[in-house]
């Protein structure tokens, strides 16, 4: 059974920065993409990065692009999520996820069955 630990979160003004974490232990298997995911309140849950471990092929949002960076260490079984230039907007709670599929679509929270229990970032203006 694949267990995921977020840590890093916080309150930080306009234009900070953050690094999250995610500590991952079981199956290996099972976790053959890596995402980080957000949930603000009045809005739905979507997929901020991805990252494959296999491969180290990185997917990101839009919304992010140029901001955040996924990235992973292996030895370590962690991933991480660095934050710059945040925005009031990027205000949500942060959820790691796993998956041992091979999906269509990377952003998808339906296709990640393994989840940690977030980390809340909070940026002010």
């Known amino acids: 059974q694949v267990q995921l630990v977020e840590s890093g979160g916080g309150s930080v003004q306009t234009g900070g920065s953050l690094r999250l974490s995610c500590v991952a232990s079981g199956d290996t298997v099972s976790r053959k993409y890596m995402a980080w995911f957000r949930h603000a309140p009045g809005k739905e849950r979507d997929a901020v990065a991805v990252i494959s471990t296999r491969s180290g092929v990185t997917w990101d949002r839009t919304s992010v692009k140029g901001r955040f960076i996924i990235s992973q260490d292996n030895a370590k079984n962690t991933v991480y999520l660095q934050m710059n230039s945040l925005k009031p907007e990027d205000t949500a709670m942060y959820y790691c996820?796993?998956?041992?599929?091979?999906?269509?679509?990377?952003?998808?929270?339906?296709?990640?069955?393994?989840w940690g229990q977030g980390t809340q970032v909070t940026v002010s203006s």
């Open positions: 996820a796993a998956t041992p599929s091979s999906v269509i679509n990377v952003y998808m929270s339906a296709a990640y069955p393994y």
